[in-house]
């Protein structure tokens, strides 16, 4: 087996099409060599991945391997994807990231209690932990995870602060499907289509001072950040102090008068609509922003993509700084959301373009988050 590894490595730098390679790795595994699979990225790692511009062929080649050991069913399977992830030479933060979504929607909780046991990273854990929950398993009933997840020791890991049980306001996140050949995700973004909030006229529509801190813009656009760092994206975040409460049918009325970059000649030469959001709603868009990234990138995942989404909503919504999770979850369910979009030329209107707004309980705080990307 040593050589035939041997042999691939050597001769893969110099293969225009790596698919002979794909399916050695398909029928060894479908032998019940699952080993073979992780020995060949193991090697391959050793010898391409400390590249900082490695070749596509290894980059290809690795994918594949660690898609189908992570998505084919098998306790046998995820033993060797672990060890393939948290071999030295090939462990790094994302790749864990993304190892555990690809664990978390192929097996039952149960089957990956080994990563709490073995030699896998802290920070494996800490994903998989919450692409578990994302996926409704309960990881403190769980037998090999319930220990680790509800031990005090890992609760300074960023995650930490994510509860581990799903919310009212998560419960309609998109999670991505994986197999060996791609993945496919739903794209929550584009115009609003909810209920459109009523205007009346006459409304009444209160002067507005902006109080955008740094800190504040920081957190608002956090599930949307990647977007910009990664691909093509525009973001903008700011919040405002209303001289008097904002009624809901003056909404579509104020958000205009702001000075926002995105609704520049909105409801004048553009369509502008606006409509009224539950939180979730908000949270599902955000959400899927974090996770699975813009035109460009592939985003965070589902734990760390959590955390984002989390971040957002409670920039948005206001909450406390140092807030706990229950807390934030509070103050995001007092707050009246909206949706908005905009016809105008900031928006890219091709697939990702999203346009929040949040209303503080006394009605007397306007937050908006906007963001657009382009292929």
């Not at 099409?17 to 595994?29: C, F, G, M, P, Q």
């Not at 409460?245 to 909105?266: I, N, Q, R, W």
């Not at 996770?291 to 206001?318: E, F, I, K, P, V």
């Not at 707050?335 to 707004?357: P, S």
Request: glycine residues 10%; proline residues 5%; charged residues 20%.
């Amino acid at each position: 087996m040593a050589d035939r590894i041997q042999k691939i490595v050597t001769k893969l730098a110099g293969l225009k099409s790596v698919t002979d390679v794909w399916k050695v790795a398909e029928r060894r595994l479908a032998q019940g060599d699952a080993s073979f699979l992780a020995d060949l990225g193991i090697a391959l790692a050793a010898t391409y991945g400390s590249d900082p511009r490695p070749i596509w062929q290894y980059g290809s080649v690795f994918d594949h391997l660690l898609r189908l050991l992570a998505t084919t069913p098998g306790p046998g399977n995820v033993a060797q994807a672990l060890r393939l992830v948290s071999s030295a030479g090939v462990a790094d933060r994302k790749l864990d990231r993304y190892a555990a979504s690809l664990l978390a929607s192929s097996h039952p909780a149960e089957e990956l209690a080994d990563a709490f046991t073995g030699h896998a990273s802290e920070e494996l854990r800490a994903c998989l932990v919450h692409e578990l929950v994302l996926r409704g398993a309960d990881v403190t009933e769980t037998p090999g995870i319930a220990g680790w997840a509800t031990s005090p020791h890992w609760r300074r890991h960023p995650l930490g602060w994510l509860p581990l049980a799903l919310s009212e306001v998560e419960g309609q996140s998109d999670l991505p499907s994986y197999s060996a050949q791609g993945s496919s995700y739903a794209m929550p973004f584009g115009p609003p289509e909810d209920r459109n909030v009523a205007v009346v006229a006459g409304a009444h529509v209160p002067s507005a001072q902006e109080t955008t801190t740094e800190t504040a813009a920081k957190g608002i656009g956090a599930a949307v950040v990647n977007w910009v760092d990664e691909s093509n994206g525009r973001i903008e975040a700011r919040v405002f102090e209303l001289a008097d409460p904002l009624a809901d049918e003056s909404v579509p009325s104020v958000l205009p008068t702001l000075g926002l970059e995105c609704l520049k000649g909105a409801g004048r030469t553009t369509a502008f609509s606006v409509v009224a959001c539950p939180p979730d709603r908000a949270w599902r868009v955000l959400f899927a922003a974090a996770s699975t990234g813009g035109a460009y990138n592939s985003g965070a995942c589902g734990a760390y993509g959590r955390l984002s989404a989390w971040q957002s909503l409670a920039g948005l919504a206001g909450a406390a700084q140092g807030a706990c999770a229950e807390e934030a979850e509070a103050r995001v369910r007092e707050c009246a959301w909206y949706g908005f979009g905009a016809g105008t030329k900031w928006f890219e209107r091709v697939a990702w373009d999203i346009g929040l707004a949040a209303v503080s309980p006394e009605r007397r705080r306007l937050a908006v988050l906007a963001a657009t990307d382009t292929d």
